[in-house]
């Protein structure tokens, strides 16, 4: 028997029926739990009787809530009337076992979407971990620490009457869980262990379902007819079902369509474990045709769904069908999964669409034969966002769109993904408008969603998903996980699926141009002269584009909003559309843009004559006759052809609607663009030649095109999206995106992060690390998600830690207060670099301010410079192997290097002195000088490492070296400061994944005279601790010494402290005791 009444996606109810049988098992409190749950039962019957539509919160409290409370140990005490999402509730704290919960009552009947964020709000604001929120008729409990997360733990009160197992488990919510030796758990509430049990169930489960995928795309590689993406297709066909089919979205309840055309009672009759199957490729076949034209069964009209997943048709590769083993394998990887995660059958209903985005990683990124990691999605930085980050980052983007509007203004809003990968950002953003318009309808006096005539209600996600939602994607298989995420949101019974056609779609978010900028400037040159008769020209062709916009924009917004009733009115909307983007003008347009990005990325720019007669050709729809006309078609065709291998998008060409009759953009535009250096070097050697020469093109583009005015030096593809995100967005429009941490330190995008700071009024920063693995990348990268509102410069920006999504229990509020920073702060720490520090509290915020009142390294008291010596790579012709002769200068490189001390290697790379001064001319290798780790992270033990390289070495590129003359006093007093605690903790502000020069040029350092006494103690420290570097007792003399220097108080010696939770006692103690 299936615990069918605890919904939510927070807690599985496969996990809740194994663990009440587990806790039943062990007859846990047996006594005190039939005591609890005849008092429930009795209060349930009262309440039954006594409330209805009219009783209000007070009564739910009275009547239900409080009694229950008591019953099940809960503790119920100092309830109170608060208004909670404008809406006055009894509010009340109880006990949850050892933690705390907030105990909220409703208005009888009254639906919890919309309060959500109101009551975790409420929660965090008292400390409390759980928040638990009865209507009367259902209980829902929300996360305090994660207040962005939209899912929930909910109970529906409707079966109490008839399982009794309901009490049982609200009884149990509240035990404690004793952990034991095997399990190696800390004791914790029974709630939260089913939390914990239910994230690991969700995580193997999206595992097995990946795994499955892959096997059965392999099976189908082997045996079915068409190329991948058929195959992709039919994956996706039947996923589709899986889901649709455990959600009720199709008719289950009818036994024709159950035992012939559902896909999951095929998977189970066909199980490799039972008796051989017969008639599966019949059946998959009969299920898309299905799909495709719908049919009358036995009295139940079922209509077509339609759209492009039934498009294909099952076909065996060598003959007219697939053997019915092979298929009930596939259907059995897709349900069980494959390897060893198989077994266990994947609960679809449990499941959320977010993890198809681990098969869009699969997708992007299929096995390899030797199991090495393939470099696609390496290659594109294409990783999915996590419905947590992503629920986040699209409230904090939509929430000023949506507060207080009414749902028609709802309903206008139009929101972009320029990078959408797998959806997960447009879904979050469907899910979250969906309920924003539900909760106008309340405000608006319409009543809660069950008030709403069905039909409009089942309507509304659709009607958001093809009117509100765009998304592009250059991988067309993403555009395909993307879809099948939205139509399994927005699908009703009874409905076609939903059309997608007009606003998802495959395309480079990066490379397009508009008719304004092929007028005015030549491809791959700078803006051009015209004469006279060129600009009457020029002038009349943008009259033409604007006149011919502003019709096609209507067009396009009425063919949207026509309903889609049937897979024939979809049909006739795909029509339509391919009708209106073959319009005579728009299709000449579209054609002169294909051309002039396509020359734009040549090698040779063309000449202003020839690009004349290309674009006049494609504008009149022919060249001119003549001797030149062969020349003008062959270009022609070469440029539309490199346009056609970018796949570009002209925004203002595909979306019109976007753009003219008085719109200048989207209203929000957010994304989570791929992170990745584009240069390629990754993988062998014929990997990174066919990589650059893929990269090219765009590069050239990139260069060229005038649309990316802050890009220099090395390119990163999320600069050029949020840069194009920039252009994109209207006028006082929201801007929401997830980042890597360098964008707000890093010297290459110091002149994108003022132009964002200059054109965009950032509201909020979270900066978090990625220690929990929310991206399958390096743990130490950190993650930003920005919010801000285009139009206008930041002065100021509230910066927190962000919410993470992990699978442990947090045991402490998930965010402390935002932080205040000035853009001021940001001039005066590192001047034109405006980079933003990484800072946790207020207490961090004040001690960054006073390290500041220092003279920096780089400034007017100190004037240093740090520079590198030889480059591995570009000097690899200098260094030679083996053991050093004598007169031979060792090669040191950042490994050779700890703090205080060099140890360069007896055998290792060297060079002659002839080679050396060659090189370096100045002979800087003859003298001590003071050097410093170039790569680090803010997480490793220590991130800023310096010490004094000896004569007769030559370092590389990944130790930076002083280039000022200075004595050996002042070299051991700088070498004892930059390993100094507080110079560390300074560093670590600002850090990437490199120590740069620019960032120690802002480091502040204490200037004393050189008589200073603690100067003089700094200078012995560190020739002692040159000799012995493991002297804990002179490193926290130093340690304390330094933070002298710095004038620090025994406050701000503890903030510096923490950020280092390995340090050793002694020196921790030291430092904190202070001079």
Not at 508 to 523: A, E, F, Q, W
Not at 784 to 811: F, I, K, N, Q
Not at 825 to 842: C, F, M, N
Request: overall charge positive; aromatic content about 6%; glycine content about 8%.
């Amino acid at each position: 028997m299936s615990a069918a009444w605890v919904t939510g996606g927070r807690v599985w109810s496969r996990v809740v029926e194994r663990h009440l049988a587990t806790a039943l098992l062990h007859g846990a409190s047996e006594e005190a739990a039939a005591r609890a749950m005849r008092r429930c039962i009795c209060t349930w019957r009262g309440a039954s009787e006594t409330l209805g539509p009219a009783s209000g919160a007070a009564a739910v409290w009275e009547h239900l809530v409080r009694p229950c409370a008591e019953a099940l140990g809960w503790s119920p005490r100092r309830d109170a009337a608060v208004p909670v999402g404008g809406i006055h509730m009894r509010v009340g704290e109880a006990a949850l076992g050892p933690v705390r919960q907030l105990l909220v009552a409703m208005p009888w009947g009254m639906a919890h979407e919309g309060l959500q964020r109101a009551a975790t709000r409420l929660g965090a604001a008292r400390d409390t971990r759980w928040v638990a929120a009865c209507n009367g008729q259902s209980w829902r409990w929300y996360d305090a620490t994660r207040p962005y997360a939209r899912e929930h733990m909910a109970i529906d009160l409707a079966h109490a009457s008839i399982d009794a197992r309901v009490w049982q488990v609200l009884w149990l919510l509240g035990q404690l869980v004793r952990s034991t030796r095997s399990a190696r758990t800390p004791d914790m509430p029974w709630l939260e262990r089913l939390v914990t049990s239910s994230a690991s169930e969700g995580a193997g489960a999206a595992a097995a379902l990946r795994d499955g995928v892959s096997s059965a795309l392999a099976g189908l590689a082997r045996r079915a007819d068409g190329d991948h993406d058929a195959h992709v297709m039919l994956v996706f066909q039947w996923l589709f079902l899986l889901f649709a089919e455990s959600r009720s979205l199709l008719p289950m309840w009818h036994p024709a369509y159950r035992r012939s055309y559902a896909v999951s009672s095929l998977a189970r009759e066909s199980a490799p474990t039972r008796v051989s199957a017969v008639g599966v490729h019949e059946g998959l076949a009969a299920i898309g045709r299905l799909g495709r034209d719908g049919a009358e069964l036995g009295g139940l009209t079922v209509r077509a769904l339609g759209g492009p997943l039934f498009s294909g048709t099952l076909k065996a590769r060598r003959s007219g069908r697939i053997a019915d083993a092979e298929l009930g394998t596939m259907l059995a990887q897709l349900t069980h999964g494959s390897g060893p995660r198989s077994g266990t059958p994947i609960d679809f209903g449990e499941l959320g669409v977010e993890h198809l985005g681990s098969l869009y990683e699969r997708l992007m990124s299929p096995p390899v034969a030797d199991g090495s990691p393939a470099l696609l999605r390496k290659r594109t930085g294409a990783f999915y966002t996590p419905r947590v980050l992503a629920d986040m980052l699209v409230e904090r983007t939509l929430d000023p769109l949506v507060r207080g509007a009414s749902s028609r203004e709802i309903l206008g809003l139009r929101i972009l993904d320029p990078a959408m990968g797998s959806g997960a950002l447009l879904a979050s953003a469907l899910r979250y408008l969906v309920a924003a318009v539900e909760a106008a309808w309340i405000r608006e006096g319409l009543g809660g969603p069950l008030d709403v005539p069905r039909h409009e209600r089942e309507s509304l996600p659709r009607c958001i998903a093809e009117q509100c939602l765009y998304g592009v994607d250059v991988n067309a298989r993403a555009v395909d996980v993307a879809r099948l995420s939205i139509w399994l949101l927005s699908m009703a019974p009874d409905r076609p699926l939903t059309w997608l056609d007009a606003h998802l779609r495959v395309g480079n978010s990066l490379v397009g141009t508009s008719p304004s900028t092929i007028l005015s400037r030549l491809p791959g040159r700078d803006r051009w002269p015209r004469r006279r008769a060129d600009a009457q020209l020029t002038l009349f062709d943008l009259e033409q584009w604007h006149h011919e916009a502003a019709e096609i924009g209507p067009m396009m917004e009425a063919l949207v909003a026509r309903p889609t009733e049937s897979a024939a009115a979809a049909g006739d909307k795909s029509r339509a559309l391919a009708s209106l983007r073959s319009r005579k003008v728009l299709a000449a347009w579209r054609a002169r843009a294909d051309a002039w990005c396509g020359a734009a990325m040549e090698v040779d720019p063309p000449t202003s004559g020839l690009w004349r007669a290309v674009d006049e050709a494609l504008r009149v729809g022919g060249a001119s006759p003549g001797a030149g006309a062969a020349q003008v078609y062959q270009f022609t065709d070469c440029w539309l052809a490199s346009a056609d291998a970018q796949h570009c998008l002209h925004w203002s060409l595909e979306f019109p609607e976007m753009f003219e009759n008085g719109r200048h953009g989207f209203d929000a535009v957010i994304a989570n663009p791929p992170w990745e250096m584009l240069r390629g070097d990754l993988g062998s050697g014929a990997d990174r030649t066919a990589a650059r020469n893929d990269l090219a093109p765009l590069l050239r583009f990139v260069r060229r095109s005038g649309l990316y005015r802050e890009v220099g030096g090395h390119v990163n593809s999320y600069q050029l999206f949020l840069e194009r995100m920039l252009q994109l967005v209207r006028p006082a429009g929201r801007l929401g995106c997830l980042l890597p941490g360098g964008m707000l330190v890093d010297h290459g995008a110091a002149a994108l992060r003022r132009l964002v700071l200059d054109r965009v009024s950032v509201d909020q920063l979270s900066i978090f690390d990625n220690r929990d693995a929310i991206f399958p990348i390096h743990r130490s990268v950190r993650i930003v998600a920005m919010t801000g509102t285009s139009g206008g410069p930041t002065e100021a920006m509230l910066v927190d830690d962000g919410v993470l999504a992990t699978t442990a229990v947090r045991t402490q509020r998930a965010t402390e207060a935002p932080r205040l920073l000035p853009r001021t702060l940001l001039r005066q720490a590192s001047g034109d670099l405006e980079a933003v520090p990484w800072v946790r509290d207020g207490d961090q915020v004040r001690l960054l301010g006073q390290l500041l009142s220092f003279p920096r390294l780089g400034g007017a008291h100190w004037h240093l410079r740090f520079g590198r010596e030889l480059n591995a790579t570009e000097d690899r012709a200098l260094l030679r192997s083996g053991p050093i002769p004598d007169g031979g200068l060792a090669v040191v490189d950042g490994k050779h290097l700890q703090a205080f001390s060099v140890c360069p290697p007896d055998t290792a790379s060297w060079v002659s002195v002839v080679d050396a001064a060659r090189a370096l001319p100045d002979q800087r290798w003859r003298q001590w000088r003071l050097a410093y780790r170039d790569v680090s992270s803010a997480t490793n033990m220590r991130s800023l490492i310096a010490a004094l390289l000896p004569p007769a070495c030559v370092s590389t590129h990944t130790l930076f070296c002083l280039r000022t003359r200075l004595g050996l006093p002042t070299q051991l007093y700088l070498c004892g400061m930059l390993n100094s605690l507080v110079a560390d903790w300074f560093v670590r502000r600002y850090l990437g994944g490199h120590v740069t020069t620019s960032l120690i040029a802002s480091l502040p350092v204490p200037k004393v005279a050189a008589t200073h006494p603690l100067r003089r103690r700094v200078v012995r420290l560190t020739a002692r601790l040159m000799r012995t570097a493991d002297d804990e007792r002179a490193q926290g003399e130093l340690q304390a010494a330094a933070a002298t220097l710095y004038a620090l108080g025994q406050e701000s010696r503890a903030t510096v402290a923490a950020d280092f939770p390995r340090l050793s006692p002694v020196v921790r103690e030291r430092l904190l005791g202070g001079e």
